[in-house]
């Protein structure tokens, strides 16, 4: 099963647990994973042109009522926060939408394929704080004059801040100004699998020659060594020719040399001979330059709406670079999807730092007022004893969703509404439960509601 397939399968089954069969029946059975992009962290959904329906009221409903509910199921299960988006699949089929190819691109670009640098990733984007201004000045002296300066280098720090670019940006440097030199950039993954592949087709001999024949040497995730014996092995021979002939060499990694698991001694012994350079997560102020870069890249004018987004989202993204560009992104992106402002409250809505505070203001006062505003009567009127029509559909409403919002007890609700009993409630509860099967209209008033009340 491909990826997209099987997260349909966990997603639809999600879906079937948590709603009841003819909702399900009706709006999610149908639904594609049309394609998940892991880097922006979005889903795109399709739906097929259904027989018969009415499609766009069906694109409609999914869109604005199912999509939240599709979102928090779909970020359960990647286990962290996605987005979707809902389209007909035949819209998929002829896009020739740049948007979605742009999505596309910048999704597809992030990995690397070895000994291709990536032009983004340059000295000139990097933005330099106190938590990388060593690693920083060591990669571009080393850049400015190979095996002269620190030989080898090696930096590390957590995933997301900067270790890949940097190396890059090595790669770009001498690619530019010493184009007669050999550079190469590796895992350490690829490393190995290449080496495995070499001994499976006797080939080792290509493999040796291509090693250790370059004059830079950029090597990206040591710490996956720690893996496996022969690739160590092999590396270490590689480490030792290339040093002897004077090449240089560039080591990246997530921890110091002497906290690899599994790590030969004389490798890490190695790896200590020259500098070691720590990256560390970027400071405020250096957040707030990183985004102000990016925004520029992206073309976006930085104004004070601009400006109250990013300081936004260097308050909430502080762990890694990653995380803050990528809720910059996400932002962005979304903004173009969803044709709306860059503005702080659409920040906050698609990084969905107030869903939780949104949640909890759940109360039976609170879904007494949304329901009485919702069918233009008064929230006194719910309390009474009226029996017109609208009002005492409002009131059953209102009952049916304090019981499945907010932790009332049955006899409890009845006294919001003016002391009935509570067989009245238990009777208004069972006869929405029934209509929400029955009755589309029912059914989509009470999604509606429940999106105004922020769940
Ligand atoms: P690592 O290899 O340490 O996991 P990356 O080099 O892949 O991290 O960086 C993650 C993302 O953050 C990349 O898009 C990179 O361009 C960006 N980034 C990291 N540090 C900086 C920085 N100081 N200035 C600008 N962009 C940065
Ligand atoms: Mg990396």
Redesign the pocket.
């Known amino acids: 099963m491909g990826r997209s397939e099987e997260i349909r399968a966990q997603l639809l089954e999600k879906l079937r647990e948590e709603t009841i069969e003819t909702i399900y029946n009706a709006w999610f059975a149908e639904l594609r994973v049309f394609s998940i992009d892991e880097v922006l962290d979005i889903a795109y959904l399709g739906v097929p042109d259904l027989p018969g329906k009415d499609m766009n009221f069906i694109m409609s409903i999914l869109r604005n009522r199912y999509s939240h509910k599709i979102e928090n199921v779909l970020t359960n299960i990647m286990g962290r926060r996605f987005r979707v988006v809902i389209k007909r699949v035949e819209e998929y089929e002829d896009e020739t939408d740049s948007l979605k190819h742009q999505i596309k691109e910048s999704a597809a670009s ?1 990995h690397f394929y070895d000994n291709s640098f990536d032009p ?2 340059s000295f000139d ?5 106190d938590g ?1 201004k060593l690693a ?1 000045a060591a990669a571009f002296a080393v850049a400015e004059s190979p095996a002269q300066s620190y030989n080898p280098l090696y930096i590390y ?10 190396l890059h940006a090595i790669g770009l440097h001498l690619e530019k100004t010493k184009p007669e030199m050999s550079v190469l950039y590796v895992s350490a993954e690829n490393f190995t699998n290449e080496l495995v592949d070499a001994i499976r087709k006797n080939r080792t001999y290509d493999f040796k020659e291509k090693y250790r024949n370059v004059d830079v040497l950029l090597i ?2 040591i710490q996956f060594f720690g893996r496996t014996k022969e690739s160590q092995e092999e590396f270490f021979h590689t480490f030792n020719d290339l040093y002897h002939n004077g090449s240089q060499i560039v080591i ?1 990694s997530d921890c110091e040399p002497d906290k690899i698991d599994n790590l030969q001694d004389r490798l890490k012994t190695r790896f200590q001979w020259n500098l070691i350079a720590d ?1 560390v997560p ?1 400071d405020y102020e ?1 957040r707030i330059a ?1 985004l102000l ?2 925004s520029e890249a992206n073309g976006l004018t930085v104004d004070e709406e601009l400006m109250k987004v990013i300081q936004f989202i260097s308050e909430i993204a502080k762990a ?3 995380e ?2 990528g809720s910059l992104n996400r932002v962005v992106t979304f903004a173009r999807l969803f044709n709306e402002k860059i503005t702080l409250a659409f920040a906050q809505k698609t990084l969905g730092s107030s869903n939780v505070e949104r949640r909890a203001g759940v109360t039976p006062e609170r879904v007494k007022s949304v329901v009485s505003d919702f069918y233009h009567i008064e929230a006194s009127d719910l309390e009474s004893a009226k029996r017109q029509s609208n009002v005492a559909h409002a009131r059953m409403i209102a009952m049916y969703l304090i019981r499945e919002m907010t932790d009332s007890s049955l006899p409890k609700i009845g006294e919001y509404f003016g002391g009935k009993h509570h067989t009245t409630v238990l009777h208004a509860c069972k006869k929405v439960e029934n209509l929400t099967e029955s009755s589309l209209e029912v059914e989509c008033e009470i999604e509606e509601i429940k999106g105004l009340l922020g769940r």
């Open positions: 992030k983004r990733y984007n990097f933005v330099v704080g990388n920083h720090g957590n995933s997301g801040l900067g270790k890949t670019h940097l990206d995730d990246s990256i970027p250096t990183i870069k990016l890694n670079v990653r803050l560009e």
